[in-house]
């Protein structure tokens, strides 16, 4: 589409830009070189690399590798996580993920956002003794033990979470504090339906109830249709087990609904006849079911990550501008860029073949004149969901502008990035 | 197809198997529960984890999690590697992926193999410092800097990586000896192409080298054709920067090529007129440009990693056999699996849509009988490419079968895994 149109041009364009002061060098060296097919590294065919120093293999380092010193990418305190420090017991805690340094789809591990209501402590869990029971109304309730689970028939699907805490407003710099409450990994394990045929569902089955190994009661009431549909039981993360922060060795995967549903450290699931309402499903209290359970669901969200806040242009020419969507309403349809403040919204190029309630890679080539400008992204999923802009959530609920990122339910807005005359990138909404 | 048919039999026939001495302890702990829907975690309710002791946060963790310490997965030595001290320097060095643990498509970073042919130590290259040359018969050589690449349009695709001394025989005793030296990861960065439209390709251009920072001359020629298909300059791994064992911070991707044409800490690639023959590209010395062309393709190859060599069945009932399928002919069309020695194929279920030259999970639902037997897969790409057995092999080369892993170019004969009575999985061609 539009991409495909333009970005030969804006290359083209963006070519002296590009080139300006580099091309010159490889210019030289290949002028004066003779054609050697394996050429050894001289100081004249250096580009810099080549006297790179070694860093000495370890046992450590062959049984398990480790990312470059160069790569200091970390997660921080979210804005509103309350306490964060290490030693933070039974607070809220929610660290956030370094979306500004995000490339492709997966979120890796290590950097996956955490967020629990119990602090940074985490259950050191025995695989060997650990337990999943079903019961209710079942017509046999059944106890699986982590081998149980790894001898039934798997899914591998790549899955989105994010917490209804992740909100944007005017005082966050950076999109790790905008945005940073979300992550998406390919996750492993059985389907919940798959149990719970063998355990048997009676007729009186209408919800369910999920538990984790925490002290703060990690219950939530969510429809049984979401169950038999799509709901995970999942050991796997990112082809290795699921991480300890994660809910090591058992976390249930509920495709789209906010992270709050996806109980970590899964060890019991309780089949109940009636809608439960319980102090974790905050935010969703005095709802009728109907309501409870389509609030669940995340909406339609996007956000640019590069250029994005605190990151810094070096000068006019051509820059991809990308970032992330992803649609609690299944696979991302279409995402569009503006780079003018919101007035001409252009089509970005997906990455690649959107899947269902996961994160999905945009592209839109951009040349910046070095103007000062407003630059958005909006998606629309495959139900015909559309991500709305600030002032349609201020009017929809007819909120002033600068409090409309604490409506209720999920923020899910447009966030626009201020491209600054220098080259700066600052929060537009600030 | 036959999975779908047979799964919900077979694991209603098995429901006994896993129930039996499992449903026990759950049918007794729910006859004695009163209906909470948020209970604390009391002794009766205690399935074994509910008294795990805490892992208390550190700033390390906080910022970066780690897997936890009951995991205890790592890479070993392959057989053929040579020396593998970790001080092991200019030495062939071979390390391979623990394919017995793995779940899903993506390998951990962390667990990606590793082979080069200068031992355990890594360039450390500092990425503002690292420079990419392309020159040769082009019309304007080019330069491009960490953040000039990052600037250029992006692409995001799931591909493996195989080393061409992956090879089985029956002297192995896990899939990890016999298959660890291939691995898949989600790779980012710039397509070779667009690089080489901003150079133009003069009429001359027939084949590249690529060269990367080390002592150990990184060159081979490859076909122009292939770097304006789908060769990409990838500065990220499973969402985060390459790792330094995979090349950070710049590793060339020749999608479906042999593993020696991925170059490492990338920093030049040179346009030629013709097809060089270098020591690097050994087992394609002495071939004609078409010959070595079509010898650099990975053929089309899976394995059953669970059960697989080392493994231990707990005793007859229901097991879903599954394992990794790829080619570097394009995606995979479908995968067999027999469970009879080889006698009868059934089709297995592919677990998501395959992607070109990516790995493939399958799946495939199995009752053990008690019975000893060899349990088998072969795997057919979208070009109708099929996956032999070691005796079409030894057959084709006319060669001893105990020799036949021994052939020119790549192995990619059917694995057999034998299953004894008393469970353990042996290799089936010992």
């Known amino acids: 589409m539009g991409s495909k149109r333009t970005t030969r041009r804006d290359l083209l364009k963006s070519g002296g830009a ?3 002061g580099l091309a010159v060098l490889g210019q030289t060296q290949a002028s004066g070189q003779t054609p050697t097919v394996a050429p050894t590294v001289a100081p004249e065919h250096d580009h810099g690399s080549g006297a790179s120093p070694m860093v000495k293999g370890t046992k450590e380092l062959v049984e398990y590798g480790q990312r470059s010193h160069f790569v200091t990418s970390v997660r921080i305190a979210h804005p509103v ?3 964060h420090s290490p030693d933070a017991f039974g607070k809220t805690f929610h660290i956030a993920t370094p ?43 059944l106890t699986f033990s982590m081998e149980d689970l790894k001898r039934l028939p798997s899914v591998t699907r790549t899955h989105f979470i994010e917490c209804a805490g992740n909100r944007h407003n005017g005082r966050q710099k950076t999109v790790q504090e905008t945005h940073g409450m979300v992550s998406c990994a390919e996750w492993t394990g059985v389907l919940l339906s798959t149990l719970l045929k063998e355990c048997g ?22 429809p049984i249709a979401k169950a038999m549909d799509d709901c995970i039981i999942a050991y796997g993360m990112n082809g290795e087990a699921v991480r300890p922060q994660n809910g090591y060795p058992l976390r249930l995967m509920v495709p789209g609904f906010e992270g709050i549903f996806h109980t970590k450290w899964l060890r019991r699931i309780k089949v ?11 935010g969703h209290l005095e709802k009728s079911e109907k309501e409870a359970a389509l609030a669940f ?11 994005s806040g605190a990151q810094q242009l070096s000068g006019p020419g051509f820059y991809e501008i990308t970032g992330l969507a992803w649609s609690g ?14 007035k001409k919204w252009n089509r970005a ?10 994160h999905t890679r945009f592209g839109y080539p951009w040349v910046w004149d070095g103007k000062e400008t407003e630059i958005l992204s909006r998606c629309t999923d495959e139900i015909g969901q559309q991500q709305p802009t600030r002032e349609q959530v201020a009017k929809y609920w007819n909120v002033p502008f600068e409090r409309s990122y604490r409506v209720p339910g999920l923020d899910n807005s447009v966030m626009p990035w201020k491209i600054n005359k220098d080259g700066s990138v600052t929060n537009g909404l600030a």
Chains 1, 2 share one sequence.
């Open 329 to 342: 309403g299944g696979a991302i349809r279409s995402v569009e860029v503006s780079t003018d403040g919101g």
């Open 349 to 358: 190029e997906i990455k690649a073949a959107p899947q269902r309630m996961s």
């Open 201 to 222: 569902l009676k007729t009186s089955a209408k919800w369910f109830v999920a538990e984790g190994a925490e002290e703060v009661k990690g219950a939530s009431s969510m």
């Open 81 to 83: 996580g309350g306490r």
């Open 99 to 141: 979306l500004q340094d995000s490339v492709g789809v997966i979120t890796p591990s290590s950097l996956h956002y955490v967020a629990t209501t119990r602090g940074a402590f985490v259950p050191d869990i025995d695989p060997k003794q650990h337990r999943l029971m079903i019961h209710g109304v079942v017509d046999r309730p």
């Open 297 to 307: 669901q995340i909406g339609p969200k996007s956000v640019i990550t590069k250029p």
């Open 18 to 20: 590009l080139a300006g």
């Open 272 to 282: 109940v006849d009636r809608y439960y309402m319980n102090y974790n499903d905050y």
